[in-house]
């Protein structure tokens, strides 16, 4: 079997909660709670689940936008937690994001060529000014943009054309894994579709490989190979595109999927309503952090005892006790 390009492994991120005169450490946000898995090159692994379950949180750990509290992320073989300064900065021509805000991701005071320019003369990608130049008007034209745009500044722009911007940027160092991070929650529908058709479009040309985070689960159907399914900092189920949609086994991806629009007025879907509010990451809940919203759930195993991400068939994995 062929090495995956990331694998991480896991992965745990708190944030600290400060209160008093001292600011001391008085509690802490458990935003990711040992989160693992694995992308080959050339794969789309979707993740996806409701605000605050620590998607994002998730990607920006992978890049070391934010240090995770413990855990490892290893690309291509080398472990990127353990790397220092200097080896991150070289690590970081392979690792890119594309963010999920077009309007505060761009640096209002630069134009588009120098936005999509500055990775160029930070890892000294060019050798002359026309080379630079043919660079960015080539991304540009890439992400269907012209050579007119080089000049003009975000607020020119709409919110697509921002993001195909973002796109170039992230483009431009050459990266092998492209964090995707809610890069199309921001748009309009008939804008994503075509964001979305020239990211697959890219990711054919380019051969890139994709963590793609979104909540927009029809999008994430789309674009994916895999899905991963997280709630409250944890994967409870990671699977195909094609198994998750049509025989989801957790209870919360059931719970989802029953909430997904249906084109036809003839056909409904059952939906599956959950009782309840998402607990606060603050204070998750003993044993499966889903055992209090959840209609199937049986005490006490499920609320003492947290079940682990095991495989049922064909790489279907779920971490349910009622799965196994």
């Known amino acids: 079997?062929?090495?995956?390009?990331?694998?991480?492994?896991?992965?745990?991120?708190?944030f600290p909660i400060t209160g008093g005169m001292l600011g001391r450490v008085v509690d802490k946000v458990h935003a990711v709670d040992g989160v693992s898995f694995e992308i080959k090159a050339?794969?789309?692994?979707?993740?996806?689940?409701?605000?605050?379950?620590?998607?994002?949180?998730?990607?920006r750990c992978i890049l070391r936008l934010i240090e995770p509290s413990s855990g490892e992320v290893w690309f291509e073989g080398k472990n990127v937690t353990a790397m220092g300064k200097q080896e991150l900065r070289a690590m970081s021509r392979d690792m890119q994001i594309i963010f999920q805000d077009p309007y505060a991701s761009l640096n209002p005071r630069m134009s588009a060529g120098a936005i999509v320019g500055e990775a160029l003369t930070i890892h000294k990608l060019t050798r002359s000014a026309g080379e630079y130049q043919d660079r960015i008007v080539e991304l540009l034209e890439t992400v269907g943009l012209n050579a007119d745009h080089m000049?003009?500044?975000?607020?020119?722009?709409?919110?697509?054309?921002r993001q195909r911007i973002g796109i170039a940027r992230a483009l431009a160092v050459n990266p092998k894994l492209i964090v995707c991070d809610e890069a199309v929650s921001a748009l309009d529908v008939s804008i994503q579709a075509q964001v979305i058709n020239l990211l697959e479009d890219l990711q054919s040309q380019f051969n890139l490989t994709y963590l793609f985070i979104a909540h927009d689960l029809a999008v994430v159907e789309h674009i994916s190979d895999r899905v991963a399914v997280m709630y409250l900092g944890r994967i409870v189920e990671l699977a195909s595109a094609r198994d998750l949609y049509s025989n989801p086994l957790h209870p919360y991806t059931q719970a989802l999927l029953s909430a997904i629009p249906v084109p036809d007025p003839r056909f409904k879907r059952q939906r599956i309503a959950l009782q309840g509010d998402v607990p606060s990451p603050i204070h998750p809940p003993s044993g499966c952090h889903f055992h209090p919203r959840c209609p199937a759930a049986q005490f006490p195993l499920c609320s003492t005892e947290a079940p682990q991400l095991k495989p049922s068939a064909d790489g279907h994995w779920a971490a349910c006790h009622l799965c196994a």
Not at 1 to 14: A, D, I, S
Not at 42 to 59: D, R
Not at 151 to 161: A, D, I, K, N, T
């Open 1 to 14: 079997m062929t090495e995956p390009l990331l694998r991480v492994k896991n992965l745990v991120k708190q």
């Open 42 to 59: 050339g794969e789309t692994l979707g993740v996806v689940g409701e605000s605050g379950c620590g998607k994002s949180t998730t990607g």
């Open 151 to 161: 000049q003009r500044y975000p607020h020119e722009f709409s919110g697509g054309q």
